[in-house]
């Protein structure tokens, strides 16, 4: 079974407008934190956003909000406010357990961000 | 402030040829990576170390081997490249848990490899 999930493979958003990326993961450990790593064109990792499983309440980093639904094993990555430099390749990612290092990434979404 | 650096950026080899893979990072971080990315498949994790002098193998290890012989340094060997290595070469270093970051990964540039 797959252990992270990105559904849209690639998704289109107008500038400004808000857009919803999913991401579904499959644990039955306790403690786990999500990440979500944004990939432009050139190629670097950036590290957008974490969630921890034990958190309260969910990540935001400035337009980055994540919506995080434990029931559901759900941690979809929003964007507030499109840019054009939003356009990249975002993966969600998780760290299963608390003695591991290994980090479970997500086959990705391409999202492109038009005027 | 470098970050995380990876030399060389492309590399292009013949099979059965071998390479090493730098990764260096200055933010004085305990833990290093190296994942691979393929077409569809996202990061997978060839190897890592949680200190120097150590290291573990990954969800992908074969063909690979590694060495963490400076803290800032952590290298990728390839002994004998077959054209399944093709691949983009990601290096991760990460510090120790804050409340704000907590483990969180932060990658290099990437390294693209192509073995005819």
């Known amino acids: 079974a797959q252990k992270i999930t990105q559904t849209q493979p690639g998704m289109f958003v107008q500038e400004k407008e808000a857009v919803t990326l999913d991401c579904t993961y499959d644990?039955?450990?306790?403690?786990?934190?999500l990440f979500w790593y944004k990939q432009p064109s050139s190629g670097e990792m950036i590290f957008l956003i974490y969630?921890?499983?034990?958190?309260?309440q969910n990540a935001t980093e400035g337009r980055y909000s994540l919506n995080f639904q434990k029931a559901r094993k759900s941690a979809n990555l929003v964007i507030s406010a499109s840019q054009l430099g939003d356009s990249a390749m975002y993966f969600c990612?998780?760290?299963?357990?608390?003695?591991?290092?290994?980090?479970?990434f997500g086959t990705g979404t391409r999202l492109q961000v038009f005027p | 402030n470098a970050g995380v650096t990876q030399t060389p950026k492309f590399r292009v080899l013949k099979t059965g040829q071998s390479m090493t893979l730098l990764c260096a990072q200055d933010?004085?971080?305990?833990?290093m990576y190296w994942y691979r990315q393929d077409p569809g498949m996202g990061l997978r994790l060839i190897h890592y170390s949680v200190g120097e002098g150590t290291t573990a193998k990954g969800e992908v290890p074969d063909g690979y081997n590694v060495s963490r012989l400076k803290k800032q340094n952590f290298l990728l060997g390839l002994e004998s490249a077959a054209p399944s290595q093709t691949s983009v070469y990601f290096c991760?270093?990460?510090?120790?848990?804050?409340?704000?970051?907590?483990?969180?990964?932060?990658f290099g540039p990437g390294t693209r490899l192509t073995v005819l």
């Open positions: 644990t039955s450990d306790p403690s786990y934190g």
């Open positions: 991760a270093s990460r510090g120790i848990w804050t409340a704000r970051s907590a483990d969180t990964q932060y």
């Open positions: 969630q921890g499983s034990y958190d309260q």
């Open positions: 990612a998780m760290r299963e357990g608390d003695n591991t290092d290994k980090l479970i």
């Open positions: 933010m004085n971080h305990e833990y």
